[in-house]
T-cell receptor, first 113, second 117 residues
Framework: SQKIEQNSEALNIQEGKTATLTCNYT??????LQWYRQDPGRGPVFLLL?????KEKRKERLKVTFDTTLKQSLFHITASQPADSATYLC????????????FGRGTQLTVWP | EAQVTQNPRYLITVTGKKLTVTCSQNMNHEYMSWYRQDPGLGLRQIYY???????DKGDVPEGYKVSRKEKRNFPLILESPSPNQTSLYFC????????????????FGPGTRLTVT
């Protein structure tokens, strides 16, 4: 099955800095990769989606890159704020199997003032 | 308001007592899925449905049943719950339009915290 690793369980950064989260995958090449935000006790909320033929996607302070050669996605939050503190999950599919989705365990980001 | 609802939100039950967790979405989405989330293991897919009457297994289907008789509802059934099914459960939906949910964002419900004693 697909194996997904997110760089670390926790990341602590100072307000105003750029947070960079990593998602590495093995085995199958996904057609799409997604990033979600999850706050304690709540369901994940979709942030960004990037397709296999796209190198980079941006949305406001968020940026996602996708390197299918390295089998890696990077998720950046620029000018981070304490309100960005949450757990961030990456998710991807097995390219040939519709419906099956695999999530990483998440990285807990804390932005301190 | 577009949303995914789950009921109940919290449930404490005993081993072997059949239960159903309901999931409903009002966005006319084709795709629906169930996940469980456990500390250190992340979100794991239980079952999913590409459309009405079409369901398939995810990573951890043992001990669970689902049905998709109508587009908006996707109940999760535990015929004989066991303590290892104690978990936080999420339902999600997506407008897959036949191309798979990965091509579109998923909308998650608020979660159901289940404890089996």
């Amino acid at each position: 099955s697909q194996k997904i690793e997110q760089n670390s369980e926790a990341l602590n950064i100072q307000e105003g800095k750029t947070a960079t989260l990593t998602c590495n995958y093995t085995n199958y090449s996904p057609a799409y990769l997604q990033w979600y935000r999850q706050d304690p006790g709540r369901g994940p909320v979709f942030l960004l989606l990037i397709r296999e033929n796209e190198k980079e996607k941006r949305k406001e302070r968020l940026k996602v890159t996708f390197d299918t050669t390295l089998k890696q996605s990077l998720f950046h939050i620029t000018a981070s704020q304490p309100a960005d503190s949450a757990t961030y999950l990456c998710a991807l599919n097995r390219g040939s199997t519709l419906g099956r989705l695999y999530f990483g365990r998440g990285t807990q980001l804390t932005v301190w003032p | 308001e577009a949303q995914v609802t789950q009921n109940p939100r919290y449930l404490i039950t005993v081993t072997g007592k059949k239960l159903t967790v309901t999931c409903s979405q009002n966005m006319n989405h084709e795709y629906m899925s169930w996940y469980r989330q456990d500390p250190g293991l992340g979100l794991r897919q239980i079952y999913y449905s590409m459309n009405v009457e079409v369901t398939d297994k995810g990573d951890v289907p043992e001990g669970y049943k689902v049905s998709r008789k109508e587009k908006r509802n996707f109940p999760l059934i535990l015929e004989s719950p066991s303590p290892n099914q104690t978990s936080l459960y999420f339902c999600a939906s997506s407008p897959s339009r036949g191309r798979g949910p990965y091509s579109y964002e998923q909308y998650f419900g608020p979660g159901t915290r289940l404890t089996v004693t």
